[in-house]
């Protein structure tokens, strides 16, 4: 079994048309069918079948197209490592965070690193997504650290930040005026709650749980800024974190009185502890860890 073979499966398996992955990979077809073959006679099961004019993966061939694709990233992800070593390559750095913490953390962490002089060629690739969607690309090879509220044992997390959470009302509620609130002010109010992939929803959720009260949700939206919309638009309340778009004169973000500190979010930085990280990568978790992270436990 050949790196090339294993390239040339997976792109097969991600075009499923024979010409069109030739052509992607600048060979011609018979030497991609034969590869194929030969990679399907090693393993002794047919990877790929043909279902009336098109083909596609058999049974064998999907569960192998994780394990392949993890290779293939694991070999780039090497290469590249050993170019940084060399002073070769460009020190990039895939970083991907959530929305509330775009104007706080991220600008202030960016400073950091670059204080240093020996930061200064590192490179940064963001991308700003839910907490969940940013997890999902963590895990599936697509960043190398991640901001977000959720954990795995797959991954190694660090604790950064606790985000205290607010009550969103609009500005002409009668909670709007008052200095605080408890949970029993607004247990019974309409809310905008965040969906269900969200850790902030599933926090939520144990907390009504626990006092025994059912949560009148009347729309569930995917990220802190449509909660905010709907607040002001006076369909509810949310309980939310601070993020930038809460600066509106028709929303008023309540404090909420937190004895027992179930209205905190835990921000986490995290990495896959499966795959080794290049240099840049290394350099950037230790400082943000070094200069960020949280004394109390996760």
């Known amino acids: 079994m050949t790196l090339l073979q294993l390239?040339?499966?997976?792109?097969?398996?991600?075009?499923?048309?024979?010409?069109?992955?030739?052509?992607?990979?600048?060979?011609?077809?018979?030497?991609?069918?034969?590869?194929?073959?030969?990679?399907?006679?090693?393993?002794?099961?047919?990877?790929?079948?043909?279902?009336?004019?098109?083909?596609?993966?058999?049974?064998?061939?999907?569960?192998?197209?994780?394990?392949?694709?993890?290779?293939?990233?694991?070999?780039?992800?090497?290469?590249?490592?050993?170019?940084?070593?060399?002073?070769?390559?460009?020190?990039?750095?895939?970083?991907?965070?959530?929305?509330?913490?775009?104007?706080?953390?991220?600008?202030?962490?960016?400073?950091?690193?670059?204080?240093?002089?020996?930061?200064?060629?590192?490179?940064?690739?963001?991308?700003?997504?839910?907490?969940?969607?940013?997890?999902?690309?963590?895990?599936?090879?697509?960043?190398?650290?991640?901001?977000?509220?959720?954990?795995?044992?797959w991954a190694d997390s660090i604790t950064i930040m606790k985000q205290p959470l607010y009550l969103a009302v609009p500005f002409e509620h009668p909670l709007s005026e008052r200095s605080s609130v408890t949970f029993e002010d607004f247990a019974r109010e309409p809310l905008v709650m965040l969906d269900k992939a969200s850790s902030l929803r599933r926090q939520l959720d144990q907390v009504f749980t626990k006092r025994g009260v059912i949560p009148k949700v009347v729309f569930e939206v995917r990220e802190c800024n449509a909660a905010l919309q709907y607040v002001s638009l006076k369909f509810g309340v949310s309980i939310l974190p601070e993020v930038p778009a809460m600066k509106t004169e028709r929303v008023r973000m309540v404090p909420i009185d937190d004895k027992g500190k179930e209205f905190l979010r835990t921000v986490y930085l995290s990495w896959d502890r499966s795959r080794p990280l290049t240099p840049a990568v290394q350099k950037v978790r230790n400082l943000i860890v070094q200069q960020y992270a949280c004394s109390s436990p996760g």
């Not at 993890?70 to 070999?75: A, E, N, Q, T, V």
């Not at 706080?104 to 700003?128: A, C, D, G, W």
Request: some cysteine.
């Open 7 to 153: 390239q040339y499966f997976e792109t097969l398996a991600r075009v499923l048309h024979y010409t069109h992955a030739a052509e992607e990979l600048h060979i011609a077809q018979p030497s991609l069918s034969y590869s194929i073959n030969e990679l399907e006679k090693e393993l002794g099961v047919k990877l790929f079948e043909k279902q009336n004019r098109k083909i596609c993966l058999t049974d064998y061939g999907e569960r192998f197209l994780p394990y392949v694709q993890k290779s293939l990233m694991l070999m780039e992800e090497g290469t590249n490592t050993l170019k940084q070593m060399a002073g070769t390559a460009p020190l990039v750095v895939r970083l991907g965070y959530f929305h509330s913490i775009s104007s706080s953390l991220i600008p202030s962490m960016v400073e950091e690193v670059y204080r240093l002089p020996e930061n200064k060629q590192i490179r940064f690739h963001f991308t700003e997504d839910t907490s969940f969607d940013i997890f999902t690309l963590l895990k599936s090879g697509k960043l190398d650290l991640a901001f977000c509220t959720h954990r795995d044992e």
